[in-house]
């Protein structure tokens, strides 16, 4: 069974740091590029980070300069790196996996929608 | 960056009815658009993908179309468990995604 699993989320104060970890399961880690998504209570999804399979990461301007996205291939696990955090960064954090290109049975399609997602992990930043 | 307007952001509907959500783009974005359905307290999970194909194992009465900058889902006949809120998410600017604000489709 394809899954993710996320960990990590907890109650950090203002200017604090976390680490978030996503575990991956029943496919190949290796060849996908992963995400993350965030979504504040009662809002709607925001996207956070991306890494792809050759480590390339990218990021949207809020969160630019204080969030770290990684990998291990060799664990099977996503990781976020949150730095200098703020209220604002209060929301369940989901990671989400992105097919990319790829070929099988000797055609090649592209699949750049998140296919399969975690349950999310609560991130609470207050004092 | 590409924005995503998604229109209503809520409606009413009783089950047995045909319902359409709609999100624009602020430019062309081929056909590289998902829509996704979120139950209170679960992930998100996708229903459709490059913007008319149907992720396996969902039900044929949710369909997509659309492609440039206009789309929409259409839920032929709303069914119990299809009230829930709805999303749009572009990848036309990858790795640099955005999502649509959300349609919460409420029982009438």
């Known amino acids: 069974e394809v899954q993710l699993v996320e960990s990590g989320g907890g109650l950090v104060q203002p200017g604090g740091s976390l680490r978030l970890s996503c575990a991956a399961s029943g496919f190949t880690f290796s060849s996908y590029d992963m995400h993350w998504v965030r979504q504040a209570t009662g809002k709607g999804l925001e996207w956070v980070s991306a890494?792809?399979?050759?480590?390339?990461?990218y990021y949207p301007g809020s969160v630019k300069g204080r969030f770290t996205i990684s990998r291990e291939n060799a664990k099977n696990s996503l990781y976020l790196q949150m730095n200098s955090l703020r209220a604002g960064d209060t929301a369940v954090y989901y990671c989400?996996?992105?097919?990319?290109?790829?070929?099988?049975?000797?055609?090649?399609?592209?699949?750049?929608?998140?296919?399969?997602w975690g349950q999310g992990t609560t991130v609470t930043v207050s004092s | 960056d590409i924005q995503m307007t998604q229109s209503p952001s809520s409606l009413s509907a009783s089950v047995g009815d045909r319902v359409t959500i709609t999100c624009r783009a602020s430019?062309?974005?081929?056909?590289?658009l998902g829509w996704y359905q979120q139950k209170p307290g679960k992930a998100p999970k996708r229903l459709i993908y490059a913007a008319s194909s149907l992720q396996s194992g969902v039900p044929s009465r949710f369909s997509g179309s659309g492609s440039g900058t206009e789309f929409t889902l259409t839920i032929s006949s709303l069914q119990p468990e299809d009230f829930a809120t709805y999303y749009c998410?572009?990848?036309?600017?990858?790795?640099?995604?955005?999502f649509g604000q959300g349609t919460k489709l409420e029982i009438k």
């Open positions: 998410l572009q990848h036309n600017s990858y790795p640099l995604y955005t």
């Open positions: 430019q062309g974005i081929r056909n590289d």
């Open positions: 890494i792809g399979t050759a480590g390339d990461t």
């Open positions: 989400a996996r992105v097919p990319g290109g790829y070929c099988s049975g000797g055609s090649c399609s592209s699949d750049y929608g998140m296919d399969v």
